[in-house]
């Protein structure tokens, strides 16, 4: 009995196409950040004048392990740079602010260096490109007002207290 419904289960698997579409059109590079605007989002022209939006984001590499002698070296930053061409997500980018703690996903493509161009050059090195694909701001940035208002709460409490 259990030999006929293998039998049966074997040839309609092999018969069977689990997708229709090809394996390249599910294939995924995406890269996601959690860090703080490095300044506020510029926008920018391309050769074809088609605006876009340059914006980059400062992420926290973690402390690397203690030396020989017990010390550890503080941690370094890394600066990500993404661009974003879609017109709505542009809008919304012109309003945030250098210090803005952001989640952000992008496409992620690396681009092999031109084999003719000179090895110092842009063209000559690997680049990677981010393009923007979703942005949320975790935490505004304080501002000055804010601060000022805070440090004289503070001060105010401190002479009651």
């Given at each position: 009995?259990?030999?006929?419904i293998?039998?049966?289960?074997?040839?309609?698997?092999?018969?069977?196409?689990?997708?229709?579409?090809?394996?390249?059109?599910?294939?995924?590079?995406?890269?996601?950040?959690?860090?703080?605007?490095?300044?506020?989002?510029?926008?920018?022209?391309?050769?074809?004048?088609?605006?876009?939006?340059?914006?980059?984001?400062?992420?926290?590499?973690?402390?690397?392990?203690?030396?020989?002698?017990?010390?550890?070296?503080?941690?370094?930053?890394t600066?990500h740079?993404?661009?974003?061409?879609?017109?709505?997500?542009?809008?919304?980018?012109?309003?945030?602010?250098?210090?803005?703690?952001?989640?952000?996903?992008?496409?992620?493509?690396?681009?092999?260096?031109?084999?003719?161009?000179?090895?110092?050059?842009?063209?000559?090195?690997?680049?990677?490109?981010?393009?923007?694909?979703?942005?949320?701001?975790?935490?505004?940035?304080?501002?000055?007002?804010?601060?000022?208002?805070?440090?004289?709460?503070?001060?105010?409490?401190?002479?009651?207290?």
């Amino acid at each position: 009995m259990f030999s006929a419904i293998r039998t049966h289960a074997a040839r309609s698997c092999s018969a069977r196409a689990f997708s229709t579409t090809s394996s390249r059109a599910s294939d995924l590079s995406k890269l996601v950040l959690i860090g703080h605007l490095a300044k506020d989002p510029e926008s920018r022209l391309t050769k074809t004048e088609r605006e876009f939006i340059a914006y980059t984001v400062a992420t926290k590499n973690p402390a690397p392990p203690p030396d020989a002698n017990g010390e550890r070296r503080p941690s370094t930053a890394t600066f990500h740079r993404v661009l974003s061409f879609n017109e709505n997500a542009n809008k919304y980018l012109r309003t945030l602010k250098k210090g803005s703690k952001v989640y952000v996903e992008t496409n992620f493509e690396l681009r092999e260096p031109d084999p003719d161009a000179d090895p110092t050059t842009p063209q000559g090195q690997r680049q990677i490109f981010l393009r923007h694909e979703t942005i949320r701001v975790l935490n505004y940035p304080k501002t000055e007002s804010a601060d000022q208002a805070q440090a004289s709460e503070t001060a105010e409490d401190k002479t009651f207290v």
